[in-house]
């Protein structure tokens, strides 16, 4: 029994990631595929347009045979802790093979030498992205001009035939980013699942407008975004545009939350949350949640106090260093007080458990099977689960455990705010809603 890994945020769910799919099981030749997906809020700081049972049914159609959930604390880090939190929750599963993601080459060989230097991270390098986030550039752009310089300066071992423009290049796609990261997280953790690199195929990560069959996933939803947001135009108006991006088997599940005011779900949806948030809470608490450093509290608390639109408080607080993403993940831990302290503890342990968002048939045989043979707990029914460690004996595991559950159950409460209907936001939707199961 070979079983394929994937990672992912299915926002929604399309073509692309469909023959992400097939290519990925027609590679490895592997009985099963695991994916584990973000819950209702992803790792550029957003809200996902629909809700995860949704997104869950969309994946199941289309062949995904089992879907977990990547807890909050880790789905909306930046990639090296959104990588972290999905390697290791894979990896605890103890039946993973392999682990398949789309990137902009399949050069696997580069990659990984990357990613073996990044685990490595010899002091000359980290003392270049010192001294480039010292010149005012974001991490990532710090992090990417140090690599080049170094191979530059030094070389990097396996990447003799790749020039520093060559890798300069490499590492401006986000999607290469991740895919070095998931490999540094694999070497780092000493796993046995091998990465598969897939060339993605059609659209670029970046594009905004849908241009044929495989679009980009934020094209697909500023397409639904532009088309919803006219009062005259009805929703099954897009479906020609929109379908031909979507698989059959789950343009229905799309078109079913969209029509029924589950979605589109965006920042704004959460406009005066967001406002009411930060102008209650003082520069001090501001400076306490994850992701905020260097005195940019006090810009945040200013901004908030001159804005009336999410975009507007975005715009007024990011700049070179403080990009708009980083800016929209701290928003997400404002809107849920998660803070710093609280991150610094779950990245050292990782995912604590394993929730289940869905299954088919073959899924459950997985189910059975992961039980067997991992040591990480596997929820499918939070209630039961939630009763029967609290009456554990009281120790850090089982605290550490309950509060990164905490974080889950507050961000789908805090979700359902954006639904159109008030009868939809009624909270603790994860005790209520009911495992997605496809019956073949």
Known sequence: MKTLGIITEYNPFHNGHLYHLCKAREITGVDYVVAV????????GEPAIINKWARTKMALNAGVDLIIEIPFVFSTQDANGFAFGAIKLLD???????????????????????GNFLNIEPQKYKDLIVCNSKNGYEFPKARSQALCEYHMIFGIHGLEKISSSELNKLLKYPNNILALEYIK??????????????????????????????????????????????????????????????????????????????????????????????RRMSSEDISRIHGVTEGLENRIKKASLKSYTVEQLIN????????????????????????????????????????????SKKGKT????????????????????????ISEENNNVRNRLIKMLDYDILATDIYVLGNKKAEDRVARLDFTHKIVIKKD
């Open 37 to 44: 997906m973000s819950g209702n809020f992803l790792q550029r």
């Open 92 to 114: 605890s599963l103890q039946i993973i093979d392999y682990l398949c993601f789309g990137c902009e080459t399949d050069n696997l060989d580069t990659l990984y030498s990357i």
């Open 185 to 278: 997280h694999l070497l780092n953790l000493k796993s046995k699942i091998k990465p598969v690199a897939i060339k993605r195929m059609g659209a670029s990560y970046h594009q905004k407008n849908i241009t044929g069959n495989i679009s980009s996933a934020t094209s697909i939803r500023n397409e639904i975004l532009n088309n919803l947001s006219s009062s005259k135009t009805d929703l099954f108006m897009l479906n020609d545009k929109i379908k031909s991006t979507i698989p059959s088997s789950g343009f229905p599940v799309l078109e079913k939350e969209l029509r029924e005011g589950r979605g589109p779900i965006t920042l704004d949806s959460y406009r005066q949350y967001i406002l009411a948030t930060l």
């Open 316 to 359: 007024s607080i990011k700049t070179r260093r403080y990009t708009r993403t980083k800016i929209q993940r701290i928003i997400l831990h404002l809107m849920m007080n998660l803070y710093k302290e609280d991150i610094t503890i779950f990245n050292k342990c990782g995912p604590l458990y394993a929730r289940v968002l869905g299954f």
């Open 366 to 389: 997985l189910l059975r099977t992961i039980k067997k043979k991992s040591s990480t707990p596997l929820i499918s029914k939070l209630s039961n689960y939630l009763r029967q460690i």
